[in-house]
């Protein structure tokens, strides 16, 4: 059963944007409005990496410094749904980029961006951005 569903993902030059959003079914632990929500991406060859955690009320956030003022977290706990604002993409930000759904309330600054901090995953969406 797949628990988030993440959209929205394309082909953009460098410099656009694109907004992707993350659809919860049911999570099998949680409810969505309960728990902290975060987006990672890896690019072909590297390492997943943390790019932004919200936690359960959308009022705390944190963002990977190579995103950070370009990037925004954001959510709709009525629609169970989670969203990613992209702007101002760079060539780098190309990659897979999945929702992830934590077992807490809260992030942590200290390890919002570590994989093992979330229990459930989506099956990514692929952005290409273009030079």
């Known amino acids: 059963q797949v628990h988030l569903v993440e959209s929205g993902g394309g082909l953009v030059q460098a410099g656009g944007s694109l907004r992707l959003s993350c659809t919860s079914s049911?999570?099998?632990?949680?409810?969505?409005?309960?728990?902290?929500m975060g987006w990672f991406r890896q690019a072909p060859g590297k390492e997943r990496e943390g790019v932004a955690c919200t936690g359960f009320n959308g009022r705390d956030s944190y963002y990977a410094q190579s995103v950070k003022g370009r990037f925004t977290i954001s959510r709709d706990n009525n629609k169970n749904t989670l969203y990613l604002q992209m702007n101002g993409l760079k060539v780098e930000d190309t990659a897979t980029y999945y929702c992830?759904?934590?077992?807490?309330?809260?992030?942590?600054?200290?390890?919002?961006?570590?994989?093992?901090?979330?229990?459930?995953w989506g099956q990514g969406t692929q952005v290409t951005v273009s030079s």
């Open positions: 049911g999570l099998p632990l949680d409810k969505f409005e309960d728990v902290a």
């Open positions: 992830a759904a934590m077992h807490f309330a809260g992030c942590l600054s200290s390890t919002w961006f570590k994989r093992e901090e979330y229990v459930t």
